[in-house]
């Protein structure tokens, strides 16, 4: 199988524990983007990365959150210290970025499902 | 402010009927637009998509329509089949950015 892949699938942690979890994208997209959804709500964007770099964070990815991808292959997310409000299911997504032209189509992942108690 | 809106949050429709699923939204710099599905405890699955240059695009039982000047669009599945049932979510986006999701529809699709 070729698609996005993320693990772990579930992960239920107790409040102010760390977690990290890791993307792999499709082999030969060179964008790579974090998404996170809540229940009754659309994926909301987190970050993204072109190769090894990351170009772009939202306002919801608070100090706690770090993510890399340090070959431009793979990708982490790390919250430290979790909250009650991290609950969510993070999603992994990856494109073919400029080389797409004009329709750059994002595929995601599975998903991880996170939840702190 | 939410750029991307579905504000249909389900829709209930018969088998072998047409769905028509709607999606609006606010941002003149968004060029391409997407449409994806999802069950419950997946990830999205892209479904079609359509770029601004374009006001149909077509695939199988799936076709997407873009009204540029109303800033709407929709998805039309015809005949609709029971597996078509699940959460759809228009995505919008300036070409090579992040997407910007709706709130999504659910569809079911009844016998």
């Known amino acids: 199988d070729t698609g996005v892949s993320q693990n772990p699938r579930h992960k239920i942690t107790k409040r102010g524990q760390n977690v990290t979890f890791r993307c792999d994208p499709i082999s030969e997209h060179n964008r790579l983007y974090w998404y996170r959804q809540t229940l009754g709500q659309g994926p909301e964007f987190l970050t993204y990365?072109?190769?090894?770099?990351?170009?772009?964070k939202s306002r919801l990815l608070s100090d706690r959150f770090s993510a890399e991808r340090p070959k431009g292959s793979f990708s982490t997310l790390e919250i430290q210290r979790t909250e009650q409000g991290d609950s969510a299911m993070y999603l992994c997504a990856s494109s073919l970025g400029l080389a797409a032209g004009g329709e750059d189509t994002q595929y995601f992942g599975p998903g991880t499902r996170l939840t702190v108690l | 402010d939410q750029q991307v809106k579905q504000n249909s949050p389900s829709l209930s429709v018969q088998e072998g009927r047409i769905s028509i699923l709607n999606c609006d939204y606010t941002n003149s710099m968004f060029d391409y637009f997407l449409w994806y599905k999802k069950y419950p405890a997946e990830g999205p699955t892209f479904l079609i998509s359509i770029s601004s240059i374009k006001d149909k695009n077509e695939d199988g039982r799936f076709t997407v329509f873009l009204n540029k000047s109303a800033k709407h669009l929709s998805l039309h599945i015809v005949p609709s089949q029971p597996g078509d049932s699940a959460v759809y979510f228009c995505a919008a986006t300036p070409v090579g950015d992040k997407l910007i999701f709706g709130t999504g529809t659910r569809l079911q699709v009844f016998p």
């Open positions: 990365f072109q190769n090894e770099a990351q170009l772009e």
